[in-house]
């Protein structure tokens, strides 16, 4: 069955620190990761997209890696700041169909 | 333009109301989406259209009727709708593969 398990589920952290979001997938065939950001009632802002021969991507702040052996992925928000606070979702795009698997997100709250 | 755009941003209707929603993109992509999403939870598909034509129902109720007139436009149609179908709908667009998919900022419906 496709999935994407995002962990953890929510993550409090001080304005300026690091911090590392992980995505696990067991969707076959696998065309592309991508990860959203989604501010609460608003719509969902892309960050990065990775096919399986993409190691690492960066946004700005944001860091993507992905480890198609072991389908895993990471994001990385570096020096995060108040406008940071949101959730955070995985995406996982087959290649066989044009249906999204969608994680279940990490919601950040970053404070002051 | 970049931008898939939905009208209205907010949607309070009655249970025996007919209303519905646009959604509007120029970036020349020939599938559109619509999703639900409730609060805390991921998007939810729920139609594909594909260079104009429905090409994915996700069992959806009646009561939403989509339309594409279009490659640019996007309609949900709704009538006879319930309490529990007060959420956000997001419209989305996409050129196929790799990339350009593009979420528009929702809309937020309550319905009373």
């Known amino acids: 069955k496709n999935q994407v398990e995002q962990s953890p589920q929510s993550l409090i952290i001080l304005e300026g620190k690091n911090c590392t979001l992980q995505c696990n997938y067991t969707v076959s065939p696998f065309s592309n990761l991508r990860w959203y950001k989604q501010d609460t009632g608003r719509g969902p802002v892309s960050l990065t997209i990775?096919?399986?021969?993409?190691n690492t991507k960066s946004n700005g702040r944001y860091t993507a890696t992905l480890d198609a052996d072991t389908k895993q992925s990471s994001l990385h928000i570096t020096a995060s700041q108040l406008s940071d606070s949101a959730s955070y979702i995985c995406?996982?795009?087959?290649?066989?169909?044009?249906?999204?698997?969608f994680g279940q997100g990490t919601t950040l709250q970053v404070k002051p | 333009d970049t931008e898939v755009t939905q009208t209205p941003k907010h949607l309070v209707m009655g249970m025996t109301n007919k209303k519905s929603l646009k959604c509007e993109q120029h970036?020349?992509?020939?599938?559109m989406y619509w999703y639900k999403q409730k609060a805390k939870k991921p998007p939810e598909l729920m139609f594909v259209y594909s260079y104009e034509k429905l090409s994915i129902n996700e069992s959806v109720p009646s009561r939403f009727s989509p339309e594409c007139p279009n490659s640019s436009l996007l309609n949900l149609h709704l009538h006879a709708l319930q309490p529990e179908d007060s959420a956000l709908y997001l419209c989305a667009s996409s050129l196929g593969g790799r990339g350009g998919y593009t979420f528009g900022s929702g809309t937020r419906l309550t319905v009373v």
């Open positions: 995406v996982v795009a087959p290649s066989n169909t044009g249906k999204l698997i």
């Open positions: 970036m020349g992509h020939r599938a």
């Open positions: 990775m096919t399986f021969s993409e």
